[in-house]
């Protein structure tokens, strides 16, 4: 899927699974080893995804320099700015189900992220904080993931 995208194109959205990871494990102020160990265990299963663009990108940041990508990544406060580019370029060189199928992969991972470091009580209950919960819903809300799509493409 590479190829129906520019260099700078797929920069930009090399860049989306970094800003989701920094959306997500930085909401509640601190991003601990649990999360970033949860990254590493989806990095090394990109060649499973199911989902063909995320599986090439995902591969495609193995043999990128990821620390530049994370540094980048980190100003949060381009998130909304680069969310809107990337929506506007996904949105015309995908169709309708690529883009849902995609945007829904990419906010999977960010949940695993938030279960990742929470513990509910002994365990149990709901392990994604509710600054997560905002941060998952902020990403849906701007890059306009249909909800229903996940059970769809995911379950």
Same mark, same amino acid.
């Given at each position: 899927?590479?190829?129906?995208?520019?260099?700078?194109?797929?920069?930009?959205?090399?860049?989306?699974?970094?800003?989701?990871?920094?959306?997500?494990?930085?909401?509640?102020?601190?991003?601990?080893?649990?999360?970033?160990?949860?990254?590493?265990?989806?990095?090394?299963?990109?060649?499973?995804?199911?989902?063909?663009?995320?599986? @090439?990108?995902?591969?495609?940041? =193995?043999?990128?320099? *990821?620390?530049? +990508?994370?540094? !980048?990544?980190?100003?949060? &406060? $381009?998130?909304?700015?680069?969310?809107?580019?990337?929506?506007?370029?996904?949105?015309?060189?995908?169709?309708?189900?690529?883009?849902?199928?995609?945007?829904?992969?990419?906010?999977?991972?960010?949940?695993?992220?938030?279960?990742?470091?929470?513990?509910?009580?002994?365990?149990?209950?709901?392990?994604?904080? @509710?600054?997560?919960?905002?941060? =998952?819903?902020?990403? *849906?809300?701007? +890059?306009?993931? !249909?909800?229903?799509?996940? &059970? $769809?493409?995911?379950?």
């Amino acid at each position: 899927m590479k190829e129906k995208f520019t260099e700078e194109e797929w920069g930009l959205l090399k860049l989306m699974p970094f800003q989701v990871f920094v959306l997500v494990a930085g909401a509640d102020q601190k991003i601990d080893e649990k999360e970033v160990a949860q990254l590493n265990e989806d990095m090394k299963k990109a060649p499973f995804y199911k989902d063909p663009l995320h599986r @090439e990108l995902m591969i495609d940041i =193995l043999t990128s320099d *990821a620390g530049a +990508l994370i540094k !980048e990544a980190m100003d949060i &406060s $381009k998130f909304v700015e680069r969310a809107n580019r990337a929506k506007a370029l996904l949105k015309e060189k995908l169709t309708p189900e690529e883009y849902q199928r995609f945007v829904g992969s990419i906010f999977v991972d960010g949940l695993k992220i938030a279960r990742a470091s929470g513990g509910g009580f002994l365990g149990r209950g709901d392990k994604v904080s @509710e600054e997560e919960k905002r941060a =998952l819903f902020l990403f *849906a809300a701007i +890059l306009e993931l !249909e909800l229903e799509s996940l &059970s $769809k493409h995911f379950t």
